[in-house]
């Protein structure tokens, strides 16, 4: 029921500051990557020019590669602990430990990327004195840490579909003589498969994202899409770099409508 | 509980959906951390690996301990180090209240909307999230500097006659955290604010309590929850944050992020760099006990 | 759409006519996107009232009751409380206040602090406050409660809790919104008579806002029946079940035979009325009905059906024959349904202390259904 207890005028102007804030830095960014101009500020007239040089640069794109193989692979891995993880915790009641559990899955929402990073090296430094593995560091210790720290993130998305599912429906189906497995598998995972969908999406992203992490923990052989870029930008303005920016950009954005709509046409 | 218990009676399988995450979590997260306390005791050196053994086994059970609280004494008599911490924590707490004053009326608007606009207004919240954070930085590096928007807008404009160094200072490192951590703050503070029993705020109104005294007395009050929680969600990973006083801090801020990551890629004192970490570590899971404290104690109000 | 009833009044209107309304509701109109919540709604409540609003969910009682409390701006039409318009006035402003259907108790504050709250709004001395909320609390036995958070009482308790927040203001209206509704069956026939009492006793205007019919009888002077936003009747308990003034009403308020039938003749002890379904033609006590031939629905309540296995005597009683095809037995009545010829089934009810002389009537009996012609009611509609 709609009532007095409207938003005042005072909030309405505070959203388009913020929203203005938010958008601001972002549509300049895009803007200034159709610059003829190399300063990134003087407007030189319209121009692809920085686009084209993009896709000639080979180390960028080798780059991007190498990130998207990690991303996809961390983010798969953390869905498949991240989801056993949710089960345990939302299913099984109190079993011991399941503090711990939660306290550690956790942690690395709020855990600074350079002590993840740092810790982690540590880790993959001494297991290779005692176990002389792994040998060198690279996509798969990178992709080791993205999983550790993205399973955090994908529980807290799947965790709360799980706890939304009504569980009359999994007992149901033990009651008609389902297996748990079978009653997981067949009712539970169909359920929230949304919640998958978005835990998968989120870690892509974070790992994707990620250049803290993936500094400390790579090797000499390998480097990120964030490592190439940061090494880029701490030197000053790049318009390739707004280049780059943009067409992420645009991915994020056709993904989310892709996404709208996928959502919409399950619910009808 | 009973519900649960008769879900999986089935004891191996129940071992395994239990203990993968768990093993995971334990060798790549807890792990890491006993090992980083164990390095901060050691030297550094040259060689593979760049830091001495802390123990020396004298075989079965007998050790001697080699490591020592060197790296902590230089911490602590070194103004450097000290002044890292407090800086960090004073920007990060600066940066978790100007997230709060942008972020509160933001929150409470989107909870006021109805329907569809409602989500679109929740989608632009969350939508920079999935944009590159380190572009979202760098995005201001175009913006503050000397010939940059901002300074071209203000002199264009005639209110100032020389660019403002708004680049390379502690107010766009303050900028900085602010815009990217802004959606951790708008998120928790959207669900308390969503959450609330609008009947609550009419009950008040109809009491005779006026819109300002609504919300301080029942609005503000009950979305406290979110408050704590998204400035958490803000204030501890700022704390460490590295990527935006290397872009926008420049030289002028020091925080203590950055600091650790000078010791370790620069000067490749690993052990060193542990030690940072676990006092950081340190400073940052005191707010953490507070917040486990504060939950506990207001679901044991309920 | 208000139909008073012409012939007969049960009961003697309780108030002087001339007296002032102390609530005036004048043509409130308002719409949801582009659906009609309330339509058109006038309605007059004399000082000291206890008045019910009933209806089926989504009538649009809530509505006109937010809209006394200021909860929600009417599109068109007038509010007047005690002679001031409030029509435009915020809830905070108005001497009214509200008991809500979720109680709306504030989590966060103890029994003591949600009844000072409504005080601590206006310039009251914090020893008044503390006084007065002492003494609220000791109305509605609450006294031992006071330093409770309202998660941690019962249903009832917090019904009171509520109760108290709004009295203590010491409003010139009290609105209660389904006030009882989050209540088991026991405690809520409890409760309706405290709140009755605590409406004599403090003499404040109560309305209330109901979907349960007995609640509406048991507690209130006056009804209004809604209906899709208009109000379909308003008068006493009694007026409403013995001369519903339309169909909607007959059939909302407890049980209702009914049948379609045309205009016949008047004749010494009313009119007649012809209604194929029953097979013949029906005397009803009813004058003034103009035009032969007009198509008329008369209401007979199952209690007033007397039903007997021989025909009676009594030649001025209308009178049909149908089988038992089903008993209700209910413990202090049953209930009869009875077919007749048309396969019309009807209801009658009889309390089961009237069992006299007769065997027992079960099923596949034939019977007689008998009234007299004053107990059936004529709905032009």
């Known amino acids: ?268 | 509980m009973n519900r649960n218990a008769r879900f999986t009676r089935n004891g191996a399988g129940r071992r395994l959906v239990v203990g993968v995450p768990y093993l995971w979590m334990v060798v790549f997260f807890l792990l890491p951390f006993l090992i980083l306390l164990r390095i901060s005791f050691s030297e550094s050196r040259i060689g593979l690996p760049p830091y001495t053994e802390v123990f020396e086994w004298l075989g079965g059970l007998s050790f001697r301990v080699l490591g020592s609280f060197s790296n902590y004494q230089f911490l602590f008599t070194d103004d450097l180090y000290l002044s890292a911490y407090a800086n960090s924590v004073k920007i990060a707490a600066i940066s978790t209240a100007l997230c709060l004053l942008i972020g509160y009326p933001m929150a409470l608007g989107i909870s006021r909307v109805r329907g569809q606009a409602r989500t679109l207004l929740l989608m632009l919240v969350i939508l920079p999230f999935w944009t590159s954070f380190l572009i979202r930085v760098y995005a201001w590096i175009g913006l503050l500097k000397s010939e940059g928007l901002i300074n071209g807008l203000l002199l264009w404009a005639g209110i100032i006659d020389s660019p403002l160094a708004l680049l390379y200072s502690p107010f766009a490192v303050y900028l900085g955290i602010t815009y990217s951590y802004l959606p951790f703050m708008i998120l928790p503070l959207y669900a308390s604010l969503e959450r609330m029993d609008g009947s609550l705020l009419e009950a008040a109104a109809d009491l005779g309590a006026r819109p300002m005294a609504v919300f301080l007395n029942v609005t503000l009050p009950l979305s406290w929850p979110g408050v704590i929680a998204g400035s958490m969600l803000v204030f501890i990973p700022a704390i460490g944050e590295f990527v935006v006083p290397e872009l926008l801090g420049g030289t002028s801020t020091l925080m203590i992020g950055k600091v650790l990551w000078s010791e370790f890629f620069l000067n490749r004192d690993w052990p060193l760099a542990s030690a940072v970490a676990i006092i950081m570590l340190i400073i940052l899971v005191l707010p953490l006990v507070w917040w486990q404290r504060h939950q506990q104690q207001s679901e044991g109000d309920k | ?381």
Request: a neutral charge; hydrophobic letters at 45%.
């Open chain 1, 1 to 268: 029921m709609k009532t007095r207890l409207r938003p005042p005028g005072f909030v309405t102007s505070a959203m388009i500051f913020a929203y203005a804030f938010l958008y601001g830095p972002i549509i300049s960014l895009v803007f200034y990557s159709f610059n003829e101009s190399k300063l990134v500020t003087v407007w030189g007239g319209f121009s692809v020019k920085w686009y084209s040089e993009l896709f000639k640069n080979e180390g960028l794109l080798n780059a991007a590669l190498q990130s998207l193989k990690i991303a996809g692979l961390s983010a798969t891995l953390a869905v498949i602990v991240g989801t056993l993880a949710s089960v345990a915790l939302t299913r099984f009641g109190a079993f011991s430990g399941r503090n711990l559990m939660q306290g550690i899955l956790t942690a690395p929402l709020v855990m600074p990327e350079v002590l993840l990073g740092l810790s982690m090296l540590l880790l993959f430094v001494s297991m290779e004195q005692v176990i002389n593995w792994p040998q060198t560091r690279g996509w798969l210790t990178i992709s080791i840490a993205h999983v550790t720290f993205s399973i955090a993130y994908v529980v807290v998305v799947v965790q709360s579909r799980l706890k939304s599912v009504d569980r009359s429906l999994e007992e149901a189906a033990l009651d008609l003589g389902a297996r748990p497995w079978k009653v997981f598998f067949v009712i539970t995972l169909p359920l929230i498969a949304p919640a998958l969908l978005a835990g998968w999406l989120l870690a892509f992203t974070l790992s994707l994202d990620d250049l803290v992490i993936a500094s400390f923990t790579s090797g000499p052989g390998a480097t990120t899409l964030p490592m190439l870029v940061f090494s880029s930008v701490r030197l000053g303005v790049n318009p390739q770099i707004n280049a780059l920016a943009t067409i992420l950009i645009l991915l994020v954005f056709a993904g989310i409508v892709v996404a709208g709509r996928v959502i919409r046409a399950n619910k009808d």
């Open chain 3, 1 to 381: 759409m208000t139909v008073r009833h012409p012939t007969r009044q049960l009961t003697e209107p309780r108030l002087p006519a001339q007296e002032m309304p102390f609530i005036q509701l004048e043509n409130l109109t308002k719409t949801y996107a582009g659906a009609v919540a309330v339509n058109d709604v006038s309605l007059d409540i004399h000082k000291g009232e206890l008045f019910s609003l009933l209806g089926a969910s989504g009538c649009g009682k809530s509505t006109l009751l937010r809209m006394i409390a200021g909860l929600v701006n009417p599109d068109s039409g007038k509010i007047i409380i005690d002679g001031v318009d409030m029509t435009q006035a915020p809830p905070y402003e108005r001497p009214v206040n509200m008991v809500f259907q979720s109680y709306a108790l504030f989590p966060h504050m103890n029994v003591e602090q949600n009844v000072g709250f409504g005080l601590r709004q206006e310039n009251i001395a914090k020893s008044e406050i503390k006084d007065r909320v002492a003494a609220m609390l000791e109305l509605v036995e609450l006294a031992d409660f006071a330093r409770r958070k309202p998660q941690n009482m019962s249903g009832g308790q917090r019904q009171r809790v509520a109760l108290a927040r709004a009295l203590v203001k010491q409003p010139k209206v009290l609105l209660l919104d389904e006030p009882l509704a989050a209540l088991d069956k026991k405690l809520r026939q409890r409760t309706q008579f405290e709140l009755v009492n605590l409406q004599e006793k403090t003499g404040i205007t109560f309305i209330l806002v109901t979907h349960d019919q007995d609640e509406a009888m048991t507690m209130s002077g006056r009804i209004g029946v809604m209906n899709t936003g208009a109000l379909q009747q308003i008068g006493t308990p009694a007026e409403i079940y013995e001369y519903p003034a339309s169909r909607y009403v007959a059939d909302f308020i407890g049980t209702a035979n009914m049948f379609d039938g045309v205009l016949g003749r008047e004749e010494e002890a009313g009119v007649s009325i012809h209604c194929p379904e029953l097979g013949h033609d029906i005397c009803v006590a009813r004058r003034g009905l103009a035009g032969d031939g007009a198509p008329l629905t008369v209401m007979i309540r199952p209690e007033k059906m007397q039903i007997s296995l021989a025909p009676g005597a009594d030649e001025n009683v209308n009178q049909v024959i149908g089988t038992v095809t089903d008993i209700g037995y209910l413990g202090d009545m049953s209930i009869y349904h009875v077919r007749l010829a048309s396969g019309r089934v009807l209801q009658a009810s009889q309390l089961n202390s009237q069992h006299t002389s007769e065997r027992k009537i079960t099923w596949q009996d034939q019977v007689v259904l008998s009234w007299h012609a004053d107990n059936a009611v004529v709905l032009v509609q």
